[in-house]
């Protein structure tokens, strides 16, 4: 596609319930970012792929996220046990190289009631 | 790490003047991101700016990155409404390629 697509646009979950984010990032870009922003907030940086590993996940906040992108394309974050706290728009971004600019998508807001 | 800190938070002008933005941090850095954001929802990059550039325009936008004051500053020239949105500047140090945002400036053009 043109740009990087994310889906849902909007997920509404309960507490405790698990929850699958999908990014799609730009054809042929090999570096693939999440960021989760609150209201009023910058996006913070939750975790970083070369390919297909993980190069950076110093920003995830506990081991309740988890990501993957098994074929070096899409990404999949996915959150277990969603706690009220985890709220916010998730972000995800490409770029053709690391430290490359870095383009996001339109970001899945997630409401965890 | 290191965030950058954009002033002022808020900025309402009238349409046809010039919005200037800045951007603080404390360590050195790789490169200096400008984006912008509609709605609190997608970013859209503006500009890039590394660290042995001075200055960088984009149309109406002009960004230049003082590496000695640790500062940046983004101008936007002849203001319209469809320039109202939050602002931020992001930044990335040498070796690590995530993005560290600041809580940006909220800019609102007077029709």
């Known amino acids: 596609g043109a740009g990087v697509s994310q889906t849902p646009s909007n997920k509404v979950t309960e507490k405790g319930k698990y929850v699958e984010l999908r990014c799609d990032p730009i054809?042929?870009?090999?570096?693939l970012y999440w960021y989760r922003q609150s209201l009023g907030q910058g996006p913070e940086f939750l975790i970083y792929f070369q390919g297909t590993g993980a190069a950076d996940d110093s920003g995830l906040p506990n081991d309740r996220f988890f990501a993957v992108r098994p074929e070096g394309s899409v990404s999949t974050l996915k959150i277990q046990r969603t706690e009220r706290g985890d709220s916010a728009v998730y972000l995800c971004a490409s770029s053709l190289n690391p430290a490359d600019t870095q383009y996001f998508g339109p970001g899945t807001r997630l409401t965890v009631l | 790490s290191q965030q950058g800190e954009e002033d002022p938070q808020a900025l309402s002008i009238q349409e046809g003047e010039n919005a200037t933005m800045n951007c603080s941090y404390k360590t050195s850095i790789n490169n200096l991101q400008w984006y912008r954001q509609n709605s609190g929802r997608g970013l859209v990059h503006l500009i890039l700016i590394r660290s042995n550039e001075r200055e960088k325009h984009s149309g109406r936008l002009r960004v230049t990155l003082d590496t000695s004051k640790k500062s940046s500053s983004l101008l936007i020239t002849a203001s319209r409404a469809a320039d109202t949105a939050s602002y931020f500047c992001?930044?990335?140090?040498?070796?690590?390629?995530?993005?560290?945002f600041g809580t940006g400036t909220r800019l609102t053009i007077i029709p």
């Open positions: 992001a930044l990335s140090n040498f070796g690590n390629e995530k993005l560290t």
């Open positions: 054809s042929g870009h090999t570096a």
